[in-house]
Structures are given as C-alpha cells and as structure tokens.
C-alpha cells in the first residue's frame, strides 16, 4: 500500500517524537517470521514500557536525523523492526534476545545507547543491566551483609578476647 505525503509526514513526526522520550532503541529483521509471532513480541513489549514499529528505512532515516540515536542512519538496510526503550534502557534489547532464542530467523542487528551504536555483546549487556527495582534489592542486600558481616566479626573478637 502506497502512502502519501501526509501520512509519510506523519510517521516521521510520530517516531521522532517517540525517539525524542526514549531511552534506548535497538533493531531486527524481522524477516520469515509469522505476523502472529511479531504480534506477541509487541503485546509483551507494551508490558515492559517498549514500543515496536515496523517502518520504512527511508522514514526512519528521516526520523532519527535529529536525535540521540542518529549513528543507526548509516548502518540501517533490510526489513526493519525498531524497539524503543522508555523505563529502562535494557528494556527493548531483553525482549529482542528472548525472541531470538525462540526464532532463529529473528536476526539483531543494532541498537544505540547514550548515543553509541553498540555491538552484539554490548547489546548483550545492555539487556543484562538491572533495573531499577533489581539495584535496589540488591544495595539493600549488600548493605544488609555488610552490617551483618560487622556483628559477626564483632562476637567473634569480643568472645576471643582475653580479659
């Protein structure tokens, strides 16, 4: 289906303002496979705060221009699928690599950070990175073992001290 000026118009505005508020984006060819399958992916993105579009590359060119995320223009070729990340950078990445361990034609090819084109094991662990409710759980553990850490040596020195 043939879009028209308009309508080209207004995806570009739509994916530079979502660029604009997101945190990360990351890309895939989404090639050979099912519409079901790429309808799932969007379904369990929504609940991780990521939006998935499958947009033209000459229109997502034309997006990105003016955004954190233009050092993807250059490398951007093929079908394309794009994810953004708006609460956590990691976000959009995790989602991609879980599908791609169950859909082997599901191919990543990049994503940008802070600005950075990353590679396939900073893509990695990007998607590695806690968030923010991961951290706090595990500062609030250390901080827990370290003061128990202290009690103990504690005892320990007042039990063996000699008197």
Known sequence: MALNRNKKINIIKKIYDIAQTSLSIITADPSGIAVNKI???R???IKSYVKIYLVKNTLLKKS???TNFNKIINVLNGPTLI???FKHPGSASRI???FNKKNKKFQIKHAVYENQLLKEKEIINLALLPTHAEAVTKFIFLLKEISLGKLIRLLHYIGHKTI
């Open 64 to 66: 990105l221009k003016n």
């Open 96 to 98: 991609f690599i879980q």
């Open 83 to 85: 994810a953004f990340s």
């Open 43 to 45: 379904k369990n993105a």
């Open 39 to 41: 309808t799932q992916l």
